[in-house]
């Protein structure tokens, strides 16, 4: 059973930064696509980038595109998510998920989740 362990997560305010990362417990092989996600207290999860673990291509969700980078070190079976000039909104609890079954961005479609790790931007 691989198991995702998020970490990074903090307090930080307007237009700071945080770096999340997402250790998999055994190779990031194992899955085709890799994602994060958030969610904020009483709306429902979102998502907000994805990578293929072969070809390394990304996609990001409209809100967070020019502002948030996802990327993996295969070497060290850990993705990251390098987020920059944030916002309020941006406060959630955050998710790192993989799955062998899709290339989108849709939560239904990840088999493997992590507990979260808390960001939360103050104005």
């Known amino acids: 059973q691989e198991t995702l362990v998020e970490s990074g997560g903090g307090s930080v305010q307007t237009g700071g930064s945080l770096r999340l990362s997402c250790a998999v417990s055994?190779?990031?092989?194992?899955?085709?696509?890799m994602a994060w996600f958030r969610q904020a207290p009483g709306k429902e999860r979102e998502g907000v980038a994805r990578i293929r673990t072969r070809g390394g291509d990304s996609a990001y969700a409209d809100s967070v595109k020019g502002r948030f980078t996802i990327s993996t070190d295969k070497g060290a079976d850990t993705m990251y998510l390098e987020m920059n000039n944030l916002k309020p909104e941006d406060s959630a609890m955050y998710y790192c998920a993989a799955t062998y079954l899709s290339d989108e961005l849709s939560a239904a479609d990840y088999l493997y989740w992590g507990q979260g790790t808390q960001v939360t931007v103050s104005s």
């Open positions: 055994r190779s990031m092989y194992n899955f085709r696509t």
